[in-house]
């Protein structure tokens, strides 16, 4: 009896060690199989060479030789350079029926001339640069002439000369032994007082005549902040008419007769009113204060 029990517990033993050693058995296969596997690196006995240094970039080079294409030369060429100035000997006084009455010079923008058309009954109109005066082209404006391109041919349009008499009467002088009165002048101009003069329509008439003017001082625009004020008076003569009737170097003048005179219309449209009337008055500026001067016309 005691030797059947005693065989029953040995296998039971037996079992137990048999399921013992699986279990350990198992539990290292899984853990070998979960473990990665760590492979050395192999010796590297090569040394390594020292880095290269890289040159820096010359920006200059590729802008200078435009790599890139970053600005393409433009596909319209270059304009033609503008021809010289015509030489004097060149040009040659115009046939056009035309008068040249009176010059403003100064930069392209603010010269103008007042050419009378013969062909037109007297027809005055106002040019600059660039018009086209019958069938010639304005392309310069001096202070006694104007220069006109008449088919790639340079022509002249000047003012008309005095006559020789009328200068030689007005350069003569008096024969009187006893001097005129201090408020009386030559050419019909008698002053009044500070502000008046008593002038005579023979002299007033030339006023019509800005050419005449125009050889008596320079004439030029007077622009305030970019806009025409009137026109600047400088380079008076000794003993013309302008000074005779009390305009000095420097006067601005802004208005005849009430009428501005900031533009070449404008001045066209006043010169041509000198003629009608009894009084002119010109407002001036002078040292940057407002002055009138009243002429009475005889």
């Given at each position: ?22 279990n350990m058995a198992t ?151 006893l001097p005129p009165p ?34 008596q001082a320079r004439i ?79």
């Amino acid at each position: 009896m005691v030797q059947r029990y005693f065989w029953l517990a040995y296998l039971i033993l037996i079992t137990l060690a048999a399921a013992l050693s699986a279990n350990m058995a198992t539990s290292y296969i899984g853990a070998k199989l979960s473990t990665p596997s760590v492979q050395e690196p192999a010796p590297n006995h090569t040394t390594a060479a020292p880095p290269t240094p890289v040159a820096p970039v010359d920006y200059a080079v590729i802008a200078k030789r435009n790599i890139f294409n970053a600005k393409p030369p433009g596909d319209t060429p270059a304009p033609p350079p503008t021809p010289p100035p015509p030489e004097p000997a060149e040009i040659q006084e115009t046939e056009l029926q035309l008068k040249l009455v009176g010059t403003v010079a100064g930069g392209d923008n603010q010269a103008f001339a007042i050419i009378e058309d013969l062909k037109q009954r007297g027809a005055q109109m106002v040019y600059r640069i660039g018009d086209a005066v019958q069938t010639a082209l304005l392309v310069e404006i001096q202070v006694k002439c104007v220069v006109l391109d008449e088919g790639g041919r340079y022509e002249s349009l000047c003012f008309p000369q005095q006559d020789a008499t009328e200068e030689g009467a007005a350069a003569k002088p008096s024969s009187s032994a006893l001097p005129p009165p201090p408020q009386a002048g030559e050419d019909g101009i008698v002053r009044i007082d500070n502000a008046t003069w008593r002038v005579s329509r023979e002299t007033i008439e030339q006023f019509s005549n800005i050419g005449m003017l125009s050889t008596q001082a320079r004439i030029t625009p007077y622009m305030v902040q970019g806009q025409p004020q009137g026109f600047r008076l400088t380079r008076l003569k000794a003993d013309s008419v302008l000074q005779k009737i009390g305009l000095r170097n420097g006067d601005v003048l802004q208005k005849v007769n009430g009428i501005s005179v900031t533009s070449p219309e404008d001045t066209l449209k006043a010169y041509q009113q000198l003629q009608q009337g009894g009084t002119l008055r010109l407002e001036i500026l002078r040292s940057n204060r407002p002055t009138t001067l009243t002429y009475e016309i005889q």
